[in-house]
């Protein structure tokens, strides 16, 4: 599913970094406060609604009308449409100068937090949604929340298992030392690229950012960059991320040329073990897994390994959100909205056949996170509470812990495409991390 990058690329855009959506200038203004409340007789919503999603392979498939078929069982009098986007962030932050951009849509990155009252009804208390759905302080504005999450995602290394074996490695590595001996014993064993970049799509480096927290195994790891906190000294959880890859790249253990990478093309290459691992989000496993079956190969043979590091002999996992479902607070049809969005989160099954961790906390891990479950790694909801002021600080420093720019030339640094030394691209980093938050938000 070539839209799936468009997912894994928002959903991290909304879980680590927010712009300010400048394009809205003085938009929104809708009839802030009144409630999407959940409907109390299904048989009682009525009116036709729109629903934006980036999804556009599930809506050209006619997998979203499918959807919405089974929908219409239990909400007979609902006429649901969708509206396939392929630069979802781009094209809704142009709709949403005036009003028309649908009845259920995912909140864009380039949303303030701040601003999501002016824009999105609110769905419930923080009370009352955050006992049953998981991230609900995502979404939270003064004690109200405007979003559901789609769903969520672990982070973690794809990889093939049968390349790996066949250097010799059958147990996760539980340092980085490790995990860069076991990428050089894959190149000096196979002849296989160990670790592939894709540099050139660039979206998959932001992935390294939701490994925030599963290094010190730390739910909070998120909302503590709100500050001059020197994010990338020694010993902190973005300077292991990024020092990992910097180190990878550094030691001639990615491809040769990352400015020819091709996402597409990478799910046949890992599938046919010509590369052996990719940092992705858990979503990615069932695509992975297509691709093995499509060249013929065992799905089996393509599994998933937490960042490697150990916390009192385990590994740890931050789960974090994707997309948040909202209603427009201009929708003429809130309830018939509310109840898409209720439907789809607790009852569409979309979460067990996408294999990625339900928004729904009582809902049991995906099967594809089975290795996680069998070795005991421990999984947890990253925060995103602080969000907002960890926006403001990232923007102010133009940095982007959610854009490619500054990993691209991490690794140029790092294969000496640029100039630079790992200490003096950290310490840069720093410094303006830290100038930044002295005035960010005054």
């Given at each position: 599913m070539g839209n799936k990058k468009t997912t894994v690329l928002s959903g991290?855009?909304?879980?680590?970094?927010?712009?300010?959506?400048?394009?809205?200038?003085?938009?929104?203004?809708?009839?802030?406060?009144?409630?999407?409340?959940?409907?109390?007789?299904?048989?009682?919503?009525?009116?036709?609604?729109?629903?934006?999603?980036?999804?556009?392979?599930?809506?050209?498939?006619?997998?979203?009308?499918?959807?919405?078929?089974?929908?219409n069982k239990i909400y007979p009098k609902v006429k649901v449409s969708f509206d396939g986007i392929t630069d979802y962030e781009g094209e809704v932050k142009i709709r949403m100068n005036a009003k028309a951009y649908g009845d259920v849509l995912f909140i864009p990155g380039a949303v303030a937090k701040n601003d999501y009252p002016k824009f999105f009804a609110p769905l419930g208390t923080t009370a009352e949604l955050s006992s049953?759905?998981?991230?609900?302080?995502?979404?939270?504005?003064?004690?109200?929340?405007?979003?559901?999450?789609?769903?969520?995602?672990?982070?973690?290394?794809?990889?093939?298992k049968a390349l790996w074996k066949k250097a010799g490695i059958t147990a996760w590595p539980t340092t980085p030392q490790e995990f860069l001996a076991g990428l050089k014993a894959i190149k000096d064993k196979t002849g296989a690229t160990p670790y592939y970049t894709n540099f050139k799509d660039g979206w998959p480096l932001v992935q390294w950012t939701a490994n925030n927290g599963s290094v010190g195994?730390?739910?909070?790891?998120?909302?503590?960059?709100?500050?001059?906190?020197?994010?990338?000294?020694?010993g902190g959880e973005l300077r292991a991320i990024d020092g990992l890859l910097y180190d990878i790249a550094k030691r001639g253990l990615s491809e040769k040329d990352p400015t020819t990478t091709n996402w597409e093309t990478s799910k046949t290459l890992l599938a046919e073990g010509r590369i052996a691992t990719m940092m992705l989000g858990s979503w990615s496993i069932t695509q992975m897994r297509g691709a093995a079956v499509d060249a013929g190969l065992k799905a089996d043979d393509i599994g998933f390994m937490p960042f490697?590091?150990?916390?009192?002999?385990?590994?740890?996992?931050?789960?974090?959100?994707?997309?948040?479902?909202?209603?427009?607070?201009?929708?003429?049809?809130?309830?018939?909205?509310?109840?898409?969005?209720?439907?789809?989160?607790?009852?569409?099954?979309?979460?067990?056949?996408?294999?990625?961790?339900?928004?729904?906390?009582?809902?049991?891990?995906?099967t594809t996170l089975k290795d996680f479950v069998d070795n005991?790694?421990?999984?947890?909801?990253?925060?995103?509470?602080?969000?907002?002021?960890?926006?403001?600080?990232?923007?102010?420093?133009?940095?982007?812990?959610?854009?490619?720019?500054?990993r691209q030339k991490?690794?140029?640094?790092?294969?000496?495409?640029?100039?630079?030394?790992?200490?003096d691209f950290f310490a840069d980093l720093n410094k303006r991390w830290d100038e930044a938050a002295k005035t960010a938000g005054s």
């Open positions: 991290a855009l909304v879980a680590a970094v927010t712009l300010v959506l400048s394009a809205c200038g003085g938009g929104g203004g809708g009839a802030t406060g009144e409630v999407a409340a959940p409907p109390s007789d299904p048989k009682g919503v009525s009116g036709e609604i729109k629903v934006l999603t980036q999804r556009t392979d599930l809506v050209q498939k006619g997998v979203m009308k499918a959807y919405a078929a089974e929908f049953k759905y998981r991230f609900s302080d995502k979404a939270e504005v003064d004690g109200k929340v405007y979003g559901i999450a789609q769903f969520g995602t672990a982070n973690g290394f794809v990889y093939n195994c730390d739910a909070n790891a998120s909302n503590k960059l709100a500050g001059p906190v020197s994010p990338w000294k020694e490697p590091v150990q916390r009192g002999g385990k590994f740890c996992a931050a789960v974090v959100s994707d997309y948040q479902q909202a209603v427009s607070v201009y929708s003429e049809n809130k309830p018939a909205a509310r109840a898409w969005v209720d439907w789809f989160t607790e009852k569409s099954g979309f979460s067990e056949k996408e294999g990625v961790v339900s928004a729904v906390k009582s809902a049991p891990m995906p005991d790694v421990t999984f947890f909801d990253r925060s995103e509470a602080g969000t907002a002021a960890v926006n403001d600080i990232d923007d102010a420093a133009e940095i982007g812990l959610n854009k490619p720019d500054y991490l690794i140029d640094t790092a294969r000496g495409a640029a100039k630079g030394s790992a200490e």
